[in-house]
C-alpha cells in the first residue's frame, strides 16, 4: 500500500473487508442460496414452495421479485450484463410458458429427490443470461 490514506480497502484486489464485496457471491445469492439449501434440507414433501413462489411470482408479478432477480445480476454494484430489452406483445407468451413450467416442475417435484433446489441452486451460482431476459420479458408492461 502506499502512503496514501485516502485509499479505500476494496480498491486492493488482495484486501476485501467482506468475501461477497468485492469477489464471489453478492448477497442476493446467498440469500437465494440459503433459502433453497433450507428447501432441499427440510423436503416439503409433495409440495414445492419454491415452486409456489414461482406461480405466485408469475401471476402476480410483484415488484419485489423483479428487484431481486435484478440484484442477483449484480457483482460490485455494477450490472453484469447490459439491461435487456424485452418486447412488451411476447409477455402473455412468456407468462403462459412460466406457469406451465413452474406447475410441470411442481408436479414433477413430487418425487422424493428435492428437484426444484437442484435446479436453483445451479441457476443462482451460474446467473445466465437468458434467465435475466426470461424474467424481464415476464415483468414487460
Request: aromatic share 12%; charged share 10%; proline share 12%.
Amino acid at each position: 500500500m502506499s502512503g496514501d490514506s485516502n485509499e479505500s480497502l476494496s480498491a486492493h484486489p488482495s484486501i476485501s473487508p467482506s468475501p461477497f464485496s468485492t469477489r464471489g457471491m453478492n448477497w442476493t445469492q446467498l440469500k437465494c442460496l440459503l433459502v433453497f439449501g433450507v428447501f432441499a434440507a427440510i423436503g416439503f414433501g409433495p409440495v414445492s414452495p419454491g415452486c409456489l413462489i414461482g406461480l405466485y411470482s408469475v401471476v402476480v408479478r410483484p415488484p419485489w421479485m423483479l428487484r431481486a432477480v435484478r440484484n442477483l445480476y449484480h457483482r460490485q454494484g455494477q450490472p453484469l450484463y447490459p439491461a435487456p430489452t424485452p418486447e412488451p406483445q411476447s409477455t402473455g407468451q412468456t407468462r403462459i410458458k412460466a406457469f406451465l413450467s413452474f406447475l410441470t416442475l411442481f408436479l414433477i417435484d413430487i418425487a422424493p429427490y428435492p428437484v426444484t433446489p437442484s435446479i436453483a441452486i445451479p441457476l443462482i451460482l451460474i446467473r445466465p443470461r437468458w434467465l435475466l431476459e426470461w424474467v424481464e420479458q415476464l415483468y414487460a408492461k
